[in-house]
């Protein structure tokens, strides 16, 4: 299984915050800025429908927003990790 995407945008404090908490859990990401990276935006809407930040994908069909992310348990559930 892939590591999630993180799709983020420069000056987006929920964004930083998203970040936080994924790395206080433990899991590994990569991470995509949108406002950079015109093919990352496109990625997002097409599994999204929406250009939002931040946003968790996992195998590019399952999405977390900024409220999920910050449910450990919510991401623990959807994402098989060791701590």
Excluded at 23 to 35: A, F, P, R, V
Excluded at 36 to 64: C, N, Y
């Amino acid at each position: 299984m892939n590591k999630p995407i993180l799709y983020t945008i420069t000056g987006c404090s929920h964004c930083q915050l998203a970040k936080k908490k994924l790395e206080s859990i433990g899991m590994k990401y990569i991470e995509k800025n949108i406002l950079h990276d015109f093919t990352s935006a496109q990625e997002l809407m097409k599994i999204r429908g929406e250009i939002t930040t931040p946003m968790l994908v996992f195998d590019g069909k399952i999405t977390l927003n900024y409220c999920e992310i910050h449910s450990v348990e919510h991401v623990r559930a959807n994402w098989c990790f060791s701590l």
